[in-house]
């Protein structure tokens, strides 16, 4: 008998008269606006502006929400397309189902979009939003527990999780996953923040070690749930895309010190047009700056030489003038 345990809420959803707020839906936009308020101080610290977090952001998490519900579908199509099944259900985000890896990668995508439009490099951007983005993912985690889903084995552990009976799911208490992930996403924060100040990582580094960390945890915490998955040789889908995502992050971070070593001196440009600025874009490049030089005639050595020759010239026929005067005036 267990004697201490988690509760899990009765109901994910709270009706405000008609308006239903479900608890799902609100840890995600806490989540989000957490990034983005940490992501933005993050960016002014490196000599960004106030507001172009957000800005790239509103790209960013609607191409995220898209990738992470998808990858949720896609890998585990059988919930929503299998025998009595109803395919509606795929488009129903409020009842649970976001893959962080589809998240990611096509909320990168979106991110990729507003950072052409403002002209700022993604790597950058990426190591401003990295630590809050697994902030994002710890409070997203708690969604998990108002929807009781996503849970890990039995288990009598004083901090077991007690579920209550219901579709797809038998009561009892199991290990909190969703919680093992949310305290594992803040130490990760404050890993990248931490490495951050120390080493000055730059050129998307941060966000790379943001993504190996994140991915050592979700591979054993992964392998303790017990919801239906996919396997691949016996492991999870997720435990191999954890482990495939890891060596790409570390092989990532390696190149990328070796051959972009140190911090971006200038992450976004200043496009303000005042008084004697330049914009970047207008700025010739070296090679036509020394093309047009060479092409360019020398005339501060030119006119010396030229000048001497022209009074030379001009002093011998002003002496002439004087001879001849002189001459006409003794013939006088």
């Known amino acids: 008998m267990t004697l201490a345990y988690i509760p899990s809420p009765s109901t994910g959803v709270i009706h405000l008269g008609p308006i239903p707020l479900r608890g799902y839906a609100f840890c995600?936009?806490?989540?989000?606006?957490?990034?983005?308020?940490?992501g933005n101080k993050r960016w002014i610290a490196r000599g960004g502006k106030p507001g172009t977090v957000a800005d790239i952001a509103v790209w960013a998490v609607p191409f995220g929400l898209v990738g992470g519900r998808l990858y949720h579908v896609i890998t585990d199509y059988q919930l929503y397309f299998g025998e009595g099944r109803d395919w509606v259900d795929a488009f129903?985000?409020?009842?649970?189902?976001?893959?962080?890896w589809g998240a990611i990668a096509l909320g990168a995508v979106g991110a990729w979009i507003g950072c052409r439009l403002r002209g700022i490099p993604l790597p950058a951007w990426a190591d401003a939003l990295a630590p809050g983005i697994a902030i994002a993912q710890a409070f997203g985690r708690w969604g998990n527990w108002f929807n009781q889903e996503l849970y890990g084995r039995a288990t009598d552990l004083p901090w077991a999780l007690k579920i209550s009976e219901g579709p797809n799911r038998v009561a009892g208490t199991y290990h909190p996953t969703f919680l093992y992930e949310s305290l594992w996403c803040l130490g990760v924060a404050a890993l990248v923040i931490w490495a951050d100040r120390r080493f000055r990582l730059g050129h998307g580094r941060a966000?790379?070690?943001?993504?190996?960390?994140?991915?050592?945890?979700?591979?054993w915490i992964e392998y303790m749930r017990v919801d239906e998955a996919h396997h691949i040789f016996g492991v999870r889908l997720n435990v191999w895309t954890a482990i495939v995502v890891f060596i790409a992050a570390v092989v990532y971070f390696v190149l990328s010190a070796k051959l972009r070593p140190g911090r971006e001196e200038v992450v976004e440009p200043d496009t303000s047009g005042g008084p004697g600025e330049v914009a970047a874009a207008d700025e010739p490049e070296a090679g036509e700056a020394d093309a047009k030089s060479d092409a360019k005639p020398d005339l501060t050595k030119a006119a010396p030489a030229d000048g001497k020759a022209a009074g030379g010239a001009a002093k011998a026929d002003l002496t002439k003038a004087a001879d001849g005067a002189a001459n006409g005036a003794d013939k006088s």
């Not at 995600?28 to 940490?38: K, Q, R, S, T, Y």
């Not at 129903?92 to 893959?99: A, D, F, Q, S």
């Open 207 to 219: 966000f790379a070690l943001y993504v190996a960390a994140y991915c050592l945890g979700r591979g």
């Open 28 to 38: 995600i936009i806490i989540g989000v606006f957490v990034a983005v308020w940490l």
């Open 92 to 100: 129903k985000i409020w009842e649970g189902g976001l893959g962080i």
